[in-house]
């Protein structure tokens, strides 16, 4: 069986450079642009695994493309890049590929939060602060102009991604006076580097929660709430399941007003009515309907004692990191905003 | 390989029938009276697959007794019972086991509400009303007293069996202001007569809410957070997970006046010290830790905004069911409390 | 979010019928056409769910179609059809369509089985045994040139396609003595129908042989081996795994004279050198290399004392059924043999 | 809740030892020790993870006991050891331990093999060949006399006693011409201290075979069918399932001579009849049905065309490793043999 070429569909809009392929998140950022058909994927890099086949880490994704260590020399020709590196080792990679000009989407958290002592309390020294300023959070169904004219990326944490999409329509009213956020996900979200807790044996018929004391996606949540207009305090705790990819909130808000559960399935609609990668569905969202999609499936519904419930199932893999990250550039590029994600 | 004898330790103290043997919770029942040391099975009985050796349908239970059908002259000699039917068809099973003197623990909801207007809110017309005043909740932690004097104890529902022990300390204090519980189990909660949403496919990689617009078990909940001193209104929301056996309740408590985290955790240790089932953790409980045990771990925290966060985990099928139907008849009966169960 | 038109490439080359749509591999088929660049689907039939929206069931297809009883006054305008009807009640729906002219793909054991007797004796009597010469068996690697001339194709069972692709290397130069085949399968193998023993609770942390007096698809395989001109008597065992799709095949060969491992693994890799969807690897093959995707793996490799092993995994709703149905149809239609499926 | 005391049954038989208790066997043998009535728990040691309790890396086990160095000084008042050391790290200590005067059960390889050799070709340099001569086999159902009287008891492979135990009784008859065995596990069967490819994401759907080259545990197998006077060649190959706990191994064996059915069956009724742990069933066993026993059920079937097929199922943990060692010390000291394991 020979390598198939990159099934590119005339000449490419622009060329990539997946940095960091070699992790999960990484890795499918690489298949999706491999199989992307207007972009190009020039070199995938990884600190490390250079020199391994990216077949052999990931045979299913079937990029014949062997990782190699970045090389900024090398990327020169290329017009944009997917970074996918732990956040403070990300910063200065983002830098310097600003630097030779290429379009930026950047995985890890170092250009989520513009608020920097918010960035510096939850993870550490910023090295590159001046680049905040001109990062857009990417989370399309929010920020979709502003990522059209974006040339530095942050792309949202899977969190952040399911929980927005479940709150925003509320915060987009005000309507939110209190916020539960119980968030499960799939094994993968610990990423690959990881340790004896993510071993089959440790995970297999077991699920706990974790970082009970304050996860670092909470303060990307509230700051997106904030920006909607609805400031909010988020009580959010994630929990592990023993399955591979998808991730689920459920979200529990005490509404700042008496909601009626017809009005607010309207505004969920409407407000979703348009999006290609958002639907209301009329059941809670199994992980199932959405697994290796770039969907986010929603349901909400009114307790008779008035708290509203919203339920927002993702693929933790794909709409939570690496075909986000592509709708986003797709977005900067011009292009269908669906385009080889679909 | 012969069949085992039962593992009788000198004579019986009591002679056991467990009604509605063919699901999960009833099978386990049996098992756990087979192995008793002190209790002899004497009957196992099923609607559904009479004539059916139980060790078919449950291999490695190994009680080698067949499934007969429930009949009520067969078991006058009978000293107690543990009826697993289902709610309403259990109602006129444990009133002629009671009107034959037996001592019955059971496991369907008819006996859990004492409000008969609840009960039939949210099950049935109930069909032996004059029997609920006489039934103990059989929740050891809260009604010990009580159960050793009774003669039905109402065994309690899985998800109240954990909310309960999660929340009990602060209810005892009056501290509760308003609760969200976020609740996960294992397929196995769905019994065994479930269908295809319960299949294999169906659940593999999956997970999902469902019941969210109001589930049983929440009046359950409240009745006894009343009962403790402390009514409040519970948002109450099942799951269900890709796994077993094994049941997470991840409560968010929004206090009623201000606690410290080390004030909590002092009274939790203090209220659960003597409890020889229930143990405070240092970190979230694993729902591998207490699977195919009757323990309950309890983790509390204090939010740094000030909501207490409690998560606990049991073996739904165990502490949730069968081991703690067994806990039950132990306390009836003048027997250790963990004889058989440990 | 609106229902995706389907996204054809121009105009189709065929209109195509998906009967049986509602099991798990007539559905993914009727995916698989949905999202085909030029394939049209214009009708999905079920027995069962007729009125159904195939999303409810299947929601991560994404195929905005309702299922719909079949009627052959409808599909008259219809180009091909890909039927998933069990055995028996496929034959004479295929009659049927090819009375109307459509090529058809057929996915029941009605047409795999060239000689009568023979499937008489492990089905059922024929209904359309005037059909059967007509037939060809839908292995492409076996018979691509017969295929594409053919109009009533037979896709072969996923056992047989795995254990095929292992063996025909082998049995093409006339080596095979003596064959073990032990396969082990995905629960989603034993079909949509399928009651308890395929219960989530049943199959969980299990494992188990099943059909071990004899499997229908020993005489499959048995039948494509003399027709390469090794007729060999195969020991056939099937395996059941906790997984949802995968098949992996172990075949313990004896062959008819010494083999050197470097000569075997040459004639696999000459052998499968210009399949598209055969991979000789490196390493015994894994399920998750090939999930979700239409590729079989094989490892071959030489035991010290002389017996052959070789693994072939695939995907058994795709290679070994769904994505192989199209793979058969894309040849029937004079299209590139991997388009929609790669 | 308290630390439960040591459940002892009056005075001790034996002070019992458990070093290398870390590791999954280690840790189950340290549990099965604990809880046995007769045997009493003096110290479970870890070279990893000495300082650690117990109860922290195992937590449902409920050992309150904290890991210690092995000290040989502290042991002087041992009566016996369990060493789930790995190989060759073994050998030394189970010396060290015999000078003391204690009878060793060994879970490593290093004393299983009789022929130094043999066990140089597939391990190391042996480092104790003096105490070879002197070790037992520690197959109850094949050498339980030897087993009473011995000091040194080699613990089987969890692969080598669900074999043996499929072919032990064709064996005895001179009836094994060739032997082909399929065998599977679960994941705990690679160790605690596994690497990426025991991550849950990597085993999750998944299922592949390894060691295709040859297992160190064919020598053992061939050894043992050798001294029941059937010189066999064996082809085994392990897989490696998606499950915990569990093994199940697929014989396929050509008998010397054509075999009867009925007559294959009695043979292996006859000869597990006596055996308190094997149990001969009546359909293909599940992994399920043995899991956390000590039992090993087998199926047996002919092939209409001559072939015998065995199936046997066992808990690799389990009859595979902790329990059977708890049933050969309770051999070596004259307890009853299921003491604590039933």
Redesign the interface.
């Known amino acids: 069986?020979?390598d198939?070429p990159q099934?590119l569909d005339g000449d490419p809009v622009a060329r990539v450079v997946v940095a960091g392929a070699s992790g999960?998140a990484g890795a499918l950022s690489a298949q999706l642009v491999w199989r992307h058909p207007k972009l190009e994927l020039v070199q995938a890099t990884s600190r490390s695994d250079a020199g391994t086949p990216l077949e052999r880490l990931y045979?299913?994704y079937?990029v014949p493309m062997t990782l190699t260590e970045l090389d900024l020399d090398e990327i020169e020709g290329a017009d944009a890049a997917i970074v996918a590196y732990p956040h403070a080792a990300s910063a200065p990679v983002v830098a310097a590929m600003r630097g030779l000009g290429l379009g930026v989407v950047e995985r890890s958290a170092d250009f989520r939060l513009g608020d920097r002592p918010t960035y510096e309390r939850w993870y550490a020294p910023h090295g590159e602060p001046d680049l905040l300023d001109g990062a857009v959070y990417g989370l399309p169904e929010l920020h979709r102009e502003k990522i059209r004219g974006a040339e530095l990326v942050a792309n949202p944490g899977c969190y952040p991604t399911a929980s927005l999409l479940a709150l925003a329509p509320l915060a987009a009213e005000g309507l939110l006076a209190?916020v539960?956020v119980?968030a499960?996900q799939?094994?993968?979200g610990a990423g690959?580097g990881?340790g004896?807790e993510?071993?089959?044996?440790?995970?297999?018929?077991?699920?706990?929660?974790?970082k009970?004391?304050?996860h670092r996606h909470r303060p990307e949540i509230e700051q997106e709430l904030d920006g909607l207009g609805n400031p909010v305090?988020v009580?959010f705790?994630p929990?592990l399941?023993?399955?591979?990819?998808?991730e689920?909130v459920?979200c529990?808000a005490?509404p700042t007003e008496a909601v009626d559960e017809g009005a607010v399935l309207a505004l969920y609609r409407e407000r979703?009515?348009?999006?290609?990668?958002?639907?209301?569905?009329e059941r809670?969202?199994?992980?199932?309907?959405?697994?290796?999609?770039n969907?986010c499936?929603v349901?909400v519904?009114v307790?008779?004692?008035g708290?509203v419930?919203i339920?927002a199932?993702i693929d933790n893999l794909w709409k939570g990191a690496s075909s986000q990250a592509v709708q986003n550039l797709n977005l900067m590029l011009g292009l269908d905003e669906g385009m080889g994600i679909?």
Chains 1, 2, 3, 4 share one sequence.
């Open positions: 069986m020979n198939p099934p999960y045979p299913r079937r209190d539960v119980d499960k799939g094994v993968s690959r990881a004896e993510t071993q089959y044996v440790s995970m297999d018929e077991n699920a706990f929660a974790y009970t004391g304050g305090e009580t705790v929990h399941l023993p399955l591979d990819q998808g689920l459920s529990y005490r979703y009515a348009t999006e290609p990668f958002v639907r209301v569905v809670p969202p199994g992980l199932r309907d959405v697994r290796d999609t969907e499936h349901f519904t307790e008779e004692r708290r419930l339920f199932a679909s």
